[in-house]
């Protein structure tokens, strides 16, 4: 069993810090640990649960400094089946259901259903 994912991305960005809960897959192909989140459809890899963790860690923070950068945040987690609630000022983001993800994500439904993996909740903090 691997120790509870400690991830977050907090870009200090002045608009405001956003937290989220996120669903974590952890599963090995081939002697590499990979870290997935669906709901972003991002992943990181290492030959360790560490080293995967921390290639994770990097790929959010990039996901959410290109997505600020572009001013496109609020269309690629629409795009990714997430609700976004509230103004703009103080926007609410709900990700999709596990359910609807593994139906409508062909990579989660592989590992789903053809993996062995475990999932772990995070609560991730980002600022755009």
Known sequence: MMD???????????????????????????NVTIVYSPALDLSGYGYSPEEA?????????????????NNTLDKVLKDLGWAIKGSKVKPRFDPPKDSDLVSSNPLYNDIVNNKSYKVSREDVEFAY
């Not at 509870?4 to 599963?27: N, P, S």
Request: charged share 25%; net charge negative.
């Open 4 to 30: 509870k994912l400690q991830l977050t991305a907090d870009l200090g960005f002045t608009h405001g810090k956003y937290h989220v809960g996120l669903a974590l897959v952890e599963f090995e192909e081939g």
């Open 53 to 69: 963790k921390q290639s994770f860690s990097e790929a959010l923070q990039e996901f959410f400094r290109y997505t600020n950068k």
